[in-house]
């Protein structure tokens, strides 16, 4: 069964989102991903995807700041509504899947285990069974923290978001497939320089490039992908801007063809 | 059946000589040292003879490997020591030396300069003819960055410290391929607030703790590993599990384990 091909939308200073993700469509790329800051803008997104035929693989949770839900306190509480407001409204809008991160870097510093850490996303994987929605762990910084959530829920359906991306800046060495390959619901595909230790090597040199524009061996990537019979969507999370002031110097047109040029050459290995 | 050994030192107010007698009169074959500067090495190594036992790897020094990874005068220090125990090793023909890349619960950020030390560390067990091995221990990150950088080290597979130190990530999965030695442990999991603590890992004998065993001896026989069963166990870190048993009696207790674990080990 082939993979449907997905791409999430870019900036929007540089190219509205409705006619971003019009665009999409209309290169060619099947299904989307993106987050919204109000259940109504939420639905409104929604409507206009099935609108234009684009279908809508996952949302992708809120994350900045999120370390503080492993600490006991009002942030962390208010941290874990703003997430279970998108599992509802994932579900009322039968969106299958919420990608969570369970770690955002060291903010304010390396985040560990707690008690009320898990209980809170306890109770947002709950939520997300009762209404119909996978919540799905992606792979970051601290391994051991995706570890630990993988091991306190392993008697519940979560999935894992595979980040290629992040796999080769923030961890390399480690492959996550073997891990979690059993739980692979959604993908984030991206390309990047690899690691870069001068010093901190988390935030350094998550450019976010679409495949084969950087240094992952996409080949080592795609028969992990295949090895677990994945028939999810291959989504590209890239953006013609990230970090180490790397970008694209392409219209939106041309970027997202060569992002669509790579999601089918990856597709085919 | 495989060879059956164990980590060799003084316990329970024993001399390691006593303990050598006791553990081959229990039936291992095989041990390992927890080697240091200060050991007489030569004593040792006569005494495992006299014994019928075969030493056959020096666990490295506990230095402080965060200064490893860090700008600090402590790490060159840290980073020789490892490669003094590497020649030691190569002078006695002990054949493996274990090591750990990262030994605290504050984990230090990895580094250029880490890589740098830790190459150093590989360039002389290359240069000796030892096999070096890396083992998991509180975090896995570092473990797989000195993986993914060097090729010729092995994996010291310390399944005691992956069942508490760092749940839900099989290392045998990752690095199973470079499988080269065992440190076979059991303990009860991650504790209850669920961050990582040196109490949780008890070194108890097999079978006495909630290590899967049936699932880990897969893994590891899927690997085609066929070296010794090594376990890693002390009563030290966990008196109050092991009461006032008496080191032969310990040894015959761990024999016991790990004879049992040979022969799941079998039938899988």
């Known amino acids: 069964m082939k993979n449907l091909l997905g791409a999430c939308p870019i900036d929007e200073k540089l190219i509205p989102l409705y006619d971003c993700l019009r665009l999409i469509k209309k290169t060619g790329f099947e299904t989307t991903m993106f987050d919204w800051h109000t259940p109504d803008e939420a639905k409104e997104t929604v409507e206009f995807c099935k609108k234009i035929g684009l279908e809508v693989d996952n949302f992708h949770a809120p994350f900045g700041g999120l370390n503080v839900m492993w600490y006991e306190g009002e942030a962390g509480e208010n941290y874990t509504k703003r997430i279970e407001e998108y599992v509802t409204t994932a579900g009322k809008l039968d969106i299958p899947i919420v990608v969570v991160h369970c770690t955002a870097g060291g903010i304010p510093e390396e985040p560990h285990g707690s008690p009320i850490g898990i209980e809170r996303f306890a109770r947002i994987i709950a939520l997300g069974k009762k209404c119909g929605v996978k919540i799905a762990f992606e792979n970051l910084e601290y391994p051991e923290m995706l570890g630990l959530i993988m091991d306190v829920f392993k008697n519940e359906d979560i999935g894992f978001c595979y980040d290629t991306g992040h796999e080769a800046l923030c961890t390399p060495g480690m492959r996550f497939i073997p891990l979690y390959g059993d739980r692979l619901c959604c993908t984030h595909i991206h390309d990047n320089y690899g690691a870069s230790y001068s010093k901190v090597p988390i935030v350094h040199g998550d450019c976010h490039m679409l495949p084969f524009d950087g240094c992952l061996d996409f080949g080592r990537i795609m028969s992990d992908i295949r090895s677990t019979g994945y028939t999810g969507a291959l989504t590209l999370e890239s953006g013609i801007r990230q970090s180490l002031g790397y970008h694209y110097d392409l219209s939106p047109e041309a970027y997202f063809k060569r992002g669509f040029d790579a999601l089918v050459k990856l597709s085919e290995m | ?268």
């Open chain 2, 1 to 268: 059946m495989l060879t059956l050994g164990c980590s060799l030192h003084d316990i329970l107010g024993t001399s390691y000589a006593e303990n050598m007698k006791h553990a081959a009169n229990a039936g291992f074959k095989s041990v390992f040292a927890l080697w240091n500067d200060d050991m007489d090495t030569e004593a040792y190594m006569n005494n495992a003879a006299k014994c019928g036992l075969t030493v056959e790897s020096f666990h490295a020094p506990f230095v402080n490997y965060s200064k490893i990874w860090e700008e600090d005068d402590e790490g060159d220090r840290a980073t020789e020591i490892i490669k003094h125990c590497i020649r030691v090793a190569a002078e006695y023909k002990v054949p493996y030396v274990v090591s750990h890349v990262i030994s605290t619960l504050d984990a230090p950020l990895t580094s250029n300069l880490g890589l740098c030390r830790f190459g150093k560390i590989v360039i002389e067990a290359e240069k000796y003819g030892v096999t070096l091995c890396f083992e998991n221990t509180e975090y896995i990150r570092h473990l797989a960055l000195v993986f993914s950088t060097f090729a010729s080290p092995k994996f010291c597979y310390d399944v005691g410290h992956e069942h508490c130190f760092t749940p839900g990530i099989r290392t045998m999965g990752m690095f199973g391929e470079r499988l080269g030695f065992l440190h076979l442990h059991d303990n009860l999991g991650m504790n209850k607030s669920y961050r990582a603590s040196h109490d949780d890992d008890l070194h108890r004998i097999p079978f006495e703790g909630d290590i899967d065993w049936t699932k880990t001896l897969t893994e590891i026989k899927k690997s085609g590993f066929d070296g010794t069963l090594m376990l890693e166990t002390d009563p030290g870190h966990d008196l109050g599990f092991y009461g006032s048993i008496t080191a032969e009696e310990y040894y015959a207790k761990s024999f016991a384990g790990a004879k049992k674990l040979a022969e799941l080990y079998e039938t899988l």
